[in-house]
T-cell receptor, first 113, second 114 residues
Framework: DAGVTQSPTHLIKTRGQHVTLRCSPISGHKSVSWYQQVLGQGPQFIFQYYEKEERGRGNFPDRFSARQFPNYSSELNVNALLLGDSALYLC????????????FGNGTRLTVT | QKEVEQDPGPLSVPEGAIVSLNCTYSNSAFQYFMWYRQYSRKGPELLMYTYSSGNKEDGRFTAQVDKSSKYISLFIRDSQPSDSATYLCAMSEGVGAGSYQLTFGKGTKLSVIP
């Protein structure tokens, strides 16, 4: 089975621009989460979506938004990019069920100049 | 104090050594404990997943959880150069209000020298 797939793999944007990152979960997984990983740090939780509804949000500004589509794929949008938004953006999916772990994709590396 | 503390290393060991990686946490609501391995320019890969105190073994890897001390460990036996990566501990409170989120440590960078 294919794992979590993310596109694009790399992206360079200028301060103030907007970016959209895309994610396809593992087949059969209905829950999708987004994490931000700054160099040298562990991933930080941004959003979780399940059945197209936001189920959790981390401590990120309103410039960050996301949505989930009927096929369970997801988009992360970031407006008014700042230099500090440069990071690896990770998407993860999981089956529903208490004991199901998260499986991550390889991420989108965003560089803001 | 951060919720999850992990020594970032770097840690360098000779091939064949036993490696011990550790995390401490402060949130007693954490119920699920994971170790992920992350190679350079890749996403985290799930290694071990447990939700009870005690030991769980999978091949050369053993995960240990001590909830009373709020301390988790990952042991790697007979370490190989291919084990060279960053190891991330992660924890969750479980599915509360439909939300499932992980809190990660900073990661420990391990190098296994041939």
């Amino acid at each position: 089975d294919a794992g979590v797939t993310q596109s694009p793999t790399h992206l360079i944007k200028t301060r103030g621009q907007h970016v959209t990152l895309r994610c396809s979960p593992i087949s059969g997984h209905k829950s999708v989460s987004w994490y931000q990983q700054v160099l040298g740090q562990g991933p930080q939780f941004i959003f979780q979506y399940y059945e197209k509804e936001e189920r959790g949000r981390g401590n990120f500004p309103d410039r960050f938004s996301a949505r989930q589509f009927p096929n369970y794929s997801s988009e992360l949008n970031v407006n008014a990019l700042l230099l500090g938004d440069s990071a690896l953006y990770l998407c993860a999916s999981r089956r529903t069920g208490e004991a199901s772990p998260l499986h991550f994709g390889n991420g989108t590396r965003l560089t803001v100049t | 104090q951060k919720e999850v503390e992990q020594d970032p290393g770097p840690l360098s060991v000779p091939e064949g050594a036993i490696v011990s990686l550790n995390c401490t946490y402060s949130n007693s609501a954490f119920q699920y404990f994971m170790w992920y391995r992350q190679y350079s320019r890749k996403g985290p890969e799930l290694l071990m997943y447990t939700y009870s105190s005690g030991n769980k073994e999978d091949g050369r890897f053993t995960a240990q959880v001590d909830k009373s001390s709020k301390y988790i460990s990952l042991f790697i036996r007979d370490s190989q150069p291919s084990d060279s990566a960053t190891y991330l501990c992660a924890m969750s409170e479980g599915v509360g209000a439909g939300s499932y989120q992980l809190t990660f440590g900073k990661g420990t960078k391990l190098s296994v020298i041939p």
